[in-house]
């Protein structure tokens, strides 16, 4: 299993940001895919998240209005549409993969808790600048 995390990159307060989270190794609709994101000093912390077969999305508070989640199962890659940037947004964002078929009744308390998935991808860098 693999995960590709890219698209980040520096951007000014109030722009945009595309990332996208491409997959391999599994059966892409069996899974549900979580993005986090660490800053410097701090925990990881679940951002938003989806399920491949049924397209059910979270997202934290903070995030909510300002990022989107979507899926391209057809290319087995995942986006995070950011909008609205703020410099607390700042972060190294991580793509990661549970698979689903039994877990699913844990993806609504789990879905943003890091020991809930199983595999990771390497990070990409946002830094959004005031």
């Known amino acids: 299993v693999q995960l590709q995390a890219s698209g980040g990159g520096l951007v000014q307060s109030g722009g945009s940001l595309r990332l996208s989270c491409t997959a391999s190794g599994f059966t892409f609709d069996d899974y549900a895919i979580g993005w986090f994101r660490q800053a410097p000093g701090k925990e990881r912390e679940g951002v938003s998240s989806?399920?491949?077969?049924?397209?059910?999305?979270y997202y934290a508070d903070s995030v909510k209005g300002r990022f989107t989640i979507s899926s391209d199962n057809a290319k087995n890659t995942v986006y995070l549409q950011m909008n609205s940037l703020k410099p607390e947004d700042t972060a190294v964002y991580y793509c990661a993969a549970k698979e689903m078929v039994v877990a699913r009744i844990w993806f609504f308390s789990s879905n943003g808790v890091p020991q809930f998935y199983d595999y990771w991808g390497q990070g990409t860098l946002v830094t959004v600048s005031s």
């Open positions: 989806i399920s491949l077969s049924d397209g059910t999305t």
